[in-house]
């Protein structure tokens, strides 16, 4: 954290067609770190969101302060990609999950940054996600190569093994929670490793649905099961939901998280109720959609989607090989549409923004002012904070932890 200095960037600054209103903004000032040549793959937010852990493509899992960017500590071990990190134990704030292409998922002690837990998938398998549920709370599922492992994490020990449910890679796995007592959210990433294989999960229970477990593949398929009893291929499986392309992210909205949100890896997307086993809705051209109301740019990709609990209300979050970044409203009910994005992320990155931690728009999530934080493969961590203006949800990137390096403004392609 060392080099802090000013910086203005005149002529950089972008107007924000939200309103008429729209105000011209620019990065206030910066801090150099050791970034060097990283990718920001994702950020997750300690528990109480006091703190941030921030995974890098140097395999390494640096903590951050969420209200003023102190650096905190790593977590150093893992021998390859990354693929998703968690606070994942509520009665545990303090311990940071990660798994990685390595074949290993462990945990970290973000006090000391050294590892307390590890379990191994075995030779040549890469873990691409993971997820803790069951009725007891005891078990621990991993998307592996076309195959979803089991252990019961207090013991270490491995109970089952699904390996015909899927054809390709399982890039996520959740279990359902009530996002009432956790996260008003789902945030993540587009597919982060460097084969553009890994996608990140989270770990989500519903009340009276803590044995359901929801998987998602590159094959296409959703295939939800029940983790109760013992656990196999013939029994376990509840229903298959075909989304006919390569899936990339999932997520839950709606009440009781009773549907579900997918972004495929062409960029279309959906909106399914997993227990009618039906489509809510289908954005076949959602990324033109959204490009047609944003009058500043272009949608080039999606990094994620944002849901209220409180407003019921539901975003996809789209951005553009510059940098930028806009929450687009999502109503998928009577009328489906995809409208003009309600908070526009501007003039903090160069290149393709990875992973998104925010609040909703027009909100901040903690009493700092601040939006929320993204990362990507320039190399930038943004803070962005509201612009003061009571006409316009526009947001500034006011502290910028960033790499000396410009990264190339392509995206990898997922095939």
Known sequence: MDGAEEMDIEGQSQALPISNNSKRFGIRNSIQTNFADDYVFQIVPKNDWTSMAVSLSTNAIKLYSLATAQYIGECNGHSSTINQISFSDPSSPHVLHSCS???????????????????????????????????SHNLLAAGCSSQILFWEWRTKRQVACLEESHTEDVTQVCYFTSLLTHFPSIVGCKPLSLLCKAMFSKVHFIPGYDDRLISASV???????????????????????????SIGKVGFLGEKNQKLWCLTHIETLSVWDWKDERTEASFEDARSLASKSWMADNVDYFVDCHYSVEEDRFWVIGGTNGGSLGYFPVTYKETRAIGPPEAVLCGGHEGIIRSVLSGVPGQTMDNHGIFGWTGGEDGRLCCWLSDGSATSQSWISTLTLKSDKTRRKGRHSPY
Request: proline share 2%; with cysteine; charged share 20%.
């Open 101 to 135: 292409s390595d074949g290993t998922l462990r945990a970290w002690d973000t006090r000391s940054f050294q590892q307390v837990f590890s379990v191994n998938a075995g030779p040549s398998q890469e873990i691409f996600s993971f997820s803790f549920g069951g009725a």
């Open 219 to 245: 094959d296409g398929l959703m295939c939800l099961f029940d983790t109760g009893g013992d656990i196999n291929d013939d029994d376990q499986m509840v229903s298959v939901l075909n989304v006919g392309t």
